[in-house]
Each structure stands twice: as C-alpha cells, then as structure tokens.
C-alpha cells in the first residue's frame, strides 16, 4: 500500500475519493434494496409453486391410487414440447423469466385405457408445468441471491471500509498541515524575535 502523502494535493484527492464513495453509496444502497425485494418476491413465488407441487402429489395419491398399477402405460402420455424462457433486467441484473411452456398430451382412445386415465393425465400436465416454473425460479431466486451478495458486499466495502479510511486520512493530513503551518508560524516568530534582538 502507497505511503499516505501530507500534501495540500492529497488531502484535495482524499476530499474528492470521499465525495464519490459518498455520492455512489446511496445508489448502491438503493440497488440492494430494490434486489432485496425482489429476491423477497422471487422466493415467495417460489415457495407458492412448491405448495402447489405438494397439493398435486397429496391429490394423487388422495385421488387416483389406481396409478399404482403397472399394467396401465402412462410413458408418453404427457410431454414438454416446448419452454420459451427469457431474461429480465432488474437493476442491471439478469434474471430468467418463464414466457411459455407447451405440453403435448398424446391421443389415447378412451376406451382402451381406464376412466381415471384422464384425470392422471390432467395432473402430469400440472405438473409438469409445475415443474418447469420450479426449475426457473429456482434459477432467479440463485441469481438475485448471488447479486445480493454482491451488491451487499460492495455496500459494506464502502460504508465501512472506503469511507472510514477516506475520512481518516482526510483527518491525518489536516493534522499534518495544521502542524507544518503551525510550526512555520512559531519559526516565523522566533525568527522575528531574533533579528529584534
């Protein structure tokens, strides 16, 4: 680390580093913040769809405990055929968003496959897409929780590193040039009295 300098310069450059540090703290702040909420919302719709999964599996086994029967084919039956996922900027924070998920429901005969088939059916198709929505907020939630952390960590290194040590420094060469002007003041006097004498 460079040795602090004692200089009317310095202390201008100190001055102006703690004006800046200053100046981008609140704005800093302001994004951890606006993160923080949204890292709030993204956990609680998280939290929903897992509800959700938790309601689709306890009605199955409530309600269709036939699934458990092996002669019935029900591989294939449902599938994703498509996931349009995009980004979002929050706060110059990237995150996914769910846009679209399709899902294929193959053509059974109904008389071929048992009368609970179409209930099975319409929650593999819950669930599938519940699925995906996990997938993708778990993804943002890790993303917001990785840019709290950032952001928090930036927060910190200014308001507890940066501006104490700006503002120390800003005080030691004020002492400094207070001393050096005082010195010169007291040199100057005796100086005077000497040449009185």
Not at 29 to 49: I, P
Not at 140 to 146: A, E, I, K, P, S
Request: aromatic letters at 4%; charged letters at 30%; hydrophobic letters at 40%.
């Amino acid at each position: 680390m460079a040795r602090l300098s004692l200089s009317k310069t310095a202390l201008h450059k100190e001055s102006a580093q703690l004006k800046r540090y200053r100046q981008y703290l609140p704005s800093l702040d302001l994004k951890r913040r606006q993160l923080l909420a949204e890292r709030y919302r993204a956990a609680a719709s998280l939290a929903e769809t897992e509800r959700m999964m938790r309601q689709c599996r306890e009605f199955v086994l409530r309600e269709l405990p036939m699934l458990a029967e092996t002669q019935v084919g029900l591989q294939g039956l449902v599938t994703v055929s498509s996931i349009k996922v995009s980004e979002e900027n929050i706060v110059g924070i990237h995150v996914p968003v769910l846009e679209h998920i399709d899902i294929h429901v193959q053509p059974y005969s109904t008389y071929a496959k048992p009368h609970w088939v179409d209930a099975a059916v319409i929650q593999l198709k819950r669930m599938m897409e519940l699925k995906v929505k996990y997938q993708v907020g778990r993804r943002r939630l890790d993303t917001l929780d990785t840019a709290v952390k950032k952001v928090t960590q930036r927060v910190n290194l200014f308001d507890k590193v940066l501006i104490p040590k700006a503002e120390q420094n800003i005080k030691r060469i004020r002492i400094s040039l207070s001393d050096t002007e005082r010195a010169g003041v007291v040199r100057a006097k005796i100086t005077k009295q000497k040449r009185q004498h």
